[in-house]
């Protein structure tokens, strides 16, 4: 069971981590800026084929050695999760080393070709792009925290038939491996996590949208239309892990109130299909919408326009990954290499978005 | 609607911007009473900084072609059917005078300013 999950999570992993190239605009590679023209270069082509298929070919021998041991030898389940995780990090570590070659190898091949400095560098931006944007509203985002308040209160008034031992952690059977005292705190301590949750995706939501619509200036037309498709899947992507969260988490919660909630078999589906849920939205997400929309179909064929391209920020983007720029409002911005937003590390209201979140849930499980 | 700015330009960034902006009210693009996006979101999505499109949005409106209303926004105001105020013709008047002289020095007569002028005029107006 532990090993077909971790199966499917690494081959997932593995095969998301290859296709990155083929995901992303063709005008940004291995997180710099190519202007237009420069686009269909062969040489470029060949370290994008080179990156995906060392890190399929070394995540599946990676996988097969990991099944052979894991099998071969009979195993605890600890030993089987440990290295399962270990594999995960390597293919990561992997993907990493390979991008920061082919990101010093694409900033020097640029340079020594003198791409774009005969083009006139000009920022496009649509006045009617705000109120064509299809983003969810974050009051969409505000529905299921009622929710969980809700399921506090009825925590509160069931205090007293609770179980003497509140479970802390769930195995991938569905069934609850590790616990902790009941008191006033532990029993709600999910829910809570749960809140920092909900509103974070409210808070990602609200300042995706107020973020930035970055237009392709020689593709004006076709890349705004790709970026609003994909500034709309990306908050429903946002609400689905919402919905589903609050759908797994709070069911878990019932099932600490009332016991075994529909049986063992419900107990292992809702994880699992929590996981599935999630797996697949995002892999529907990365290959139909693709990096900035730039796997939507169009139907439109743009031309060109010739002699301009767009502003080389790549100084902004410290080693083509962590986007620093005081001077830009945007408080997400698109990645350039994976798919996705990443923050404006020189706003610090992302840091209070992504990090004070998440401190707070670790501060909660801290004090389990 | 598009508008473009040059950032490696000499011209100030929100010079260009607000000359982007009037000249789609000169050709009709942006009408009376449209409003223009919010700073904030207009700033983000040049990647600039937001006192730059402040800027840019109080030249307008000192120049009484937008109307800033708290809270709301910037909205476009009509063009005045009555003609220019004062103000405004001084300032053209300001603005055309030194570009005038250069033409002179660079040897350009009076019957080719004006066909320069005509055809710009008919290049706005026209589209």
């Known amino acids: 069971m532990v090993l077909t999950l971790f199966l499917a999570i690494i081959l997932f992993l593995t095969i998301m981590q290859a296709v990155i190239p083929y995901l992303l605009k063709k005008t940004i590679v291995f997180g710099v800026t190519i202007p237009e023209g420069h686009t269909d270069d062969k040489t470029l082509a060949v370290y994008k084929k080179t990156y995906s298929a060392t890190i399929f070919f070394m995540g599946s021998i990676g996988l097969l050695i990991y099944v052979f041991w894991a099998l071969s030898n009979h195993l605890q389940e600890e030993k089987i999760v440990f290295a399962g995780l270990i594999l995960q990090f390597g293919i990561l570590l992997i993907s990493m080393a390979l991008y920061l070659y082919f990101h010093i190898r694409t900033t020097k091949r640029k340079r020594e070709h003198k791409w774009g400095d005969n083009l006139k560098r000009v920022r496009v931006a649509d006045l009617t792009s705000r109120s064509n944007d299809e983003m969810l509203p974050s009051l969409m985002f505000a529905l299921p925290i009622p929710i969980t308040f809700g399921l506090i209160g009825y925590t509160a008034i069931q205090y007293g038939a609770m179980p003497d031992l509140i479970p802390t952690h769930w195995g991938p059977n569905g069934q609850p491996d590790a616990f902790t005292e009941k008191n006033r705190f532990s029993v709600i301590a999910l829910l809570l996590i749960l809140l920092v949750m909900q509103g974070m995706m409210l808070a990602i939501n609200t300042f995706t949208k107020k973020s930035g619509v970055k237009l392709n200036a020689s593709k004006r037309n076709s890349s705004r239309i790709q970026q609003l498709t994909f500034r709309k899947y990306t908050s429903w992507l946002l609400f689905l892990v919402s919905i589903s969260m609050t759908v797994l988490l709070g069911f878990l919660q019932l099932t600490t109130i009332h016991g075994d909630l529909g049986g063992p078999f419900l107990m292992m589906a809702m994880p699992l299909g929590f996981l599935f849920v999630i797996l697949l939205a995002t892999a529907v997400y990365a290959f139909k919408v693709g990096q900035g929309g730039s796997r939507v179909q169009l139907e439109i064929d743009e031309e060109p326009i010739a002699g301009v391209t767009d502003p080389d920020d790549d100084a902004f983007w410290k080693a083509g990954v962590f986007y620093v720029n005081k001077n830009d409002p945007s408080i997400f911005v698109e990645k350039r290499f994976g798919v996705g937003w990443t923050m404006n590390f020189g706003n610090p209201m992302g840091y209070l978005i992504i990090f004070v979140p998440l401190l707070i849930i670790s501060i909660i499980s801290f004090l389990l | ?127």
């Open chain 2, 1 to 127: 609607m598009f508008i473009q700015i040059e950032p490696t330009s000499e011209i100030p960034i929100y010079t260009q911007l607000a000359n982007q902006l009037i000249e789609l009210i000169a050709t009709g693009t942006l009408k009376a009473s449209d409003a223009l996006p919010s700073v904030r979101s207009l700033a983000a999505d040049l990647g600039v900084n937001m006192h730059t499109v402040n800027k840019a949005y109080h030249e307008l409106e000192k120049k009484k072609i937008i109307e800033i209303i708290p809270k709301s926004g910037a909205i476009i105001n009509p063009i005045s059917s009555n003609g220019p105020s004062d103000m405004q013709m001084d300032l053209i008047k300001l603005h055309l005078k030194p570009l005038i002289a250069e033409s002179i020095v660079y040897g350009l007569d009076k019957e080719q300013i004006l066909s320069i002028t005509s055809s710009i005029i008919s290049e706005i107006t026209e589209g």
